[in-house]
Antibody, heavy 123, light 108 residues
Framework: EVKVVESGGGLVKPGGSLRLSCVASEFNFRTYSMAWVRQAPGKGLEWVSCISASSSYIYYADSVKGRFTVSRDNAKNSLFLQMDSLTVEDTAVYYC????????????????WGQGTVVTVSS | EIVLTQSPANLSVSLGDRATLSCRVSQSVSSNLAWYQQKPGQAPRLLIFDATTRATGIPARFSGSGSGTEFTLTISSLQSEDFALYYCQQYNSWPPLTFGPGTTVNIK
């Protein structure tokens, strides 16, 4: 089964850090752009970051730029999100997702989603 | 930033009826628009990409139309499993990638 599985969420104090991981299986991970999308409690979907297949292109939402760092390890079929200087506004379910088109990094709609990992930032 | 507006916010539909959801975009995104379905406690599911193309495994009762700034998701005959939240998303001009606020389809 083609899937991605996130981990690493938890409770952290404001100003703290957390590192999310996402492991992909049953598809050629190294050819797909990947993304993180989050959803605050009771709210809609918010794009966080995208990384192209070879890590040549990396983009962030303004709300996380300078605080979050996305990376990937194609040898380990893994995607990461290092989150620093966390604020209460970062509280959300964080989804790892796969871009549907492996021939164009720019066509960023997402066909495979993980179950999400919950990040709670609270004192 | 491209802003997406979805209407209505809530749509009450009877089983077997047609549902029509709208997504308007603040500037042209050509056909670079996707639709997702999300049920409570679940991840989003891609329904439509490139405005009109059904994703793998999506039933034919789901169809997408439109281009430029006006898009529609139509569910031709609502089934019980279709009651959910629906989002549109543009991927024409980014960053940022942007989603609409969603339309909730309720049982009438």
């Amino acid at each position: 089964e083609v899937k991605v599985v996130e981990s690493g969420g938890g409770l952290v104090k404001p100003g703290g850090s957390l590192r999310l991981s996402c492991v992909a299986s049953e598809f050629n991970f190294r050819t797909y752009s990947m993304a993180w999308v989050r959803q605050a409690p009771g709210k809609g979907l918010e794009w966080v970051s995208c990384i192209s297949a070879s890590s040549s292109y990396i983009y962030y939402a303004d709300s996380v730029k300078g605080r979050f760092t996305v990376s990937r390890d194609n040898a380990k079929n893994s995607l990461f999100l290092q989150m620093d200087s966390l604020t209460v506004e970062d509280t959300a379910v964080y989804y790892c997702s796969r871009s549907f088109d492996d021939s164009s990094w720019y066509r960023a709609a997402f066909d495979i989603w993980g179950q999400g990992t919950v990040v709670t930032v609270s004192s | 930033e491209i802003v997406l507006t979805q209407s209505p916010a809530n749509l009450s539909v009877s089983l077997g009826d047609r549902a029509t959801l709208s997504c308007r975009v603040s500037q042209s995104v050509s056909s670079n628009l996707a639709w997702y379905q999300q049920k409570p406690g679940q991840a989003p599911r891609l329904l439509i990409f490139d405005a009109t193309t059904r994703a793998t495994g999506i039933p034919a009762r789901f169809s997408g139309s439109g281009s430029g700034t006006e898009f529609t998701l139509t569910i031709s005959s609502l089934q019980s499993e279709d009651f959910a939240l629906y989002y549109c998303q543009q991927y024409n001009s980014w960053p940022p990638l942007t989603f609409g606020p969603g339309t909730t389809v309720n049982i009438k």
